[in-house]
Nanobody, 122 residues
Framework: QVQLVESGGGLVQAGGSLRLSCAAS????????KAWFRQAPGKEREFVSA????????LYADSVKGRFTISRDNAKNTAYLQMNSLKTDDTAVYYC???????????????WGQGTQVTVSS
């Protein structure tokens, strides 16, 4: 059974930082690209960032470029999202996803975590 478990969310003031982690089990971690999506109340789930299987290729939404950094440690079966200079607009539930290739589309990812709440206060 595939499981993706996110952690690291919480409440932070604007300008602060958080690091999200996504621990995977039940799959060969290095066979899958990883991505982070987020969903704010009343909005659709949106792409944040993705990383290829070996970490060579990364993608970012324009809204987070220069502030967020995605990474992965295949030896630890874990992906990360370092979030700096957080803004109130970053408030959302953040989801980890695994798929065959790094892309921006929700439909490209077969496995999803339950999400972790990130709240940025002004």
């Amino acid at each position: 059974q595939v499981q993706l478990v996110e952690s690291g969310g919480g409440l932070v003031q604007a300008g602060g930082s958080l690091r999200l982690s996504c621990a995977a089990s039940g799959l060969t971690f290095s066979d899958y690209a990883k991505a982070w999506f987020r969903q704010a109340p009343g909005k659709e789930r949106e792409f944040v960032s993705a990383i290829s299987r070996r970490g060579i290729r990364t993608l970012y939404a324009d809204s987070v470029k220069g502030r967020f950094t995605i990474s992965r440690d295949n030896a630890k079966n874990t992906a990360y999202l370092q979030m700096n200079s957080l803004k109130t607009d970053d408030t959302a539930v953040y989801y980890c996803a695994a798929g065959w290739a790094a892309s921006t589309g929700v439909e490209q990812y077969a496995y999803w975590g339950q999400g972790t709440q990130v709240t940025v206060s002004s």
